[in-house]
């Protein structure tokens, strides 16, 4: 296989990059593509964070109201490190547009459904400090969040640390359906009744 260089820039946030076309001679054919030469950070300024794939799936089964979604999208764009939320809900609510009623209302539901976490703020135990629920996602690095899970562990008295994810919920159980044998056992029985009275 043999290659060539037909292009080189920087693309893609900053990282330096080459095309290339790569001939096979025994062929003819030819392929083009890219390769990274220098591995880029995220540019200054741009902040990241991960969402697991199943924190979205069970995000989608919740069907929250639009309201409540509102503030969830705006929590989600001013999460601090190790999924810590520092806006007040006054502050919230300006920034959405919405009442504050309303944005506690979302607030209460986003707990009820563990997307957040509740807790006394360590500096004002008249307020509570928002977390979000570290299995739908995390920002900060794969260390701290595998401390925070062991953390997590280790309050509920275990010592296993659960996948990620949010277990999924289970639809309400539907009664087995009968056997011909059962119906027919249970007709006899009310049948059987019925000659009694």
């Known amino acids: 296989m043999v290659h060539t260089c037909t292009e080189f820039g920087t693309y893609l946030q900053g990282a330096e990059v080459a095309r290339e076309t790569w001939i096979n001679p025994a062929t003819g054919e030819m392929a083009d593509g890219f390769f990274t030469i220098r591995g880029a950070k995220y540019p200054k300024g741009v902040e990241f964070m991960t969402m697991f794939r199943d924190g979205w799936e069970y995000l989608a089964t919740l069907r929250l109201a639009p309201a409540t979604s509102a503030v969830l999208f705006k929590l989600l764009a001013r999460l601090d490190y190790e999924n810590w939320l ?34 006394k703020d360590g500096t004002d135990k008249r307020r509570n400090a928002y977390r979000l629920n570290s299995n739908l996602g995390w920002k900060g690095d794969a260390k701290q969040w595998m401390a ?50």
């Not at 502050?91 to 997307?115: Q, Y």
């Not at 996948?163 to 049948?191: D, N, T, V, Y």
């Open 86 to 119: 520092s806006i007040s809900q006054e502050t919230l609510a300006e920034e959405i547009g919405m009442k504050r009623p309303h944005v506690t209302r979302a607030v209460t539901e986003l707990v009820a459904a563990s997307i957040l976490e509740v807790s």
């Open 148 to 197: 925070h899970q062991h953390q997590r562990a280790a309050a509920a008295g275990s010592n296993v640390i659960p996948m990620p994810g949010i277990a999924k919920p289970q639809p309400p159980s539907k009664p087995a359906a009968k056997s011909a044998e059962q119906i027919e056992r249970e007709g006899l029985e009310a049948e059987g009744q019925q000659r009694l009275f």
